[in-house]
Structure formats: structure tokens, C-alpha cells
């Protein structure tokens, strides 16, 4: 609905141009695969930075499993011991 009434206030560029920051913000790794990534770009354009759940407040309990240091992260993705 919101898409179709950009559509026709701003012409056919306008989902377009939506579509395609979703799909690149959804692709983009930009810290180490250790860390967790808030993905605010991705929020502001699907509207979720206009709420504040649980999971804002207390960080989620997804993220616990992130908490490595990059050194073993790093050995653990290609398969190396670390060294010590």
C-alpha cells in the first residue's frame, strides 16, 4: 500500500529505489562476523526505529552466542587451533 501511493505521488523510481537500499543494506557485513551488527540503515528504511521493544532494551538473547574474541573467531571459521 505505502509502496503503491509512493509509486504514484513520485513515480516509478520510487519502489524501485526502495527495493534496492533494502537489498543492499541487507547484504552488508560491515563489522567482523564476531561482532553483532545493529543494522540501523535497515531499520530506518523498514520503520522499526520508531519503536522500542524488549529486545532494544535488553540487547536481545540472540547476541549472547556473539561474544568471542576475534583472534578465535577467526581460527574457528578456517578451521586452524590457536595457537598457546
Do not use: W
Not at 20 to 41: D, H, N, W, Y
Not at 53 to 72: H, K, M, Q, R, T
Amino acid at each position: 500500500m505505502r509502496l503503491a501511493m509512493h509509486r504514484q505521488v513520485f513515480g516509478i523510481h520510487a519502489p524501485l529505489r526502495h527495493h534496492m537500499e533494502k537489498a543492499i543494506l541487507g547484504s552488508i557485513q560491515t563489522r567482523l562476523p564476531c561482532l553483532p551488527s545493529s543494522r540501523l540503515g535497515l531499520d530506518i528504511l523498514s520503520g522499526k526505529d520508531e519503536s522500542l521493544g524488549f529486545d532494544d532494551v535488553l540487547n536481545g538473547a540472540s547476541s549472547l552466542n556473539f561474544y568471542l574474541v576475534p583472534d578465535e573467531f577467526v581460527f574457528r571459521s578456517v578451521h586452524v587451533h590457536a595457537p598457546g
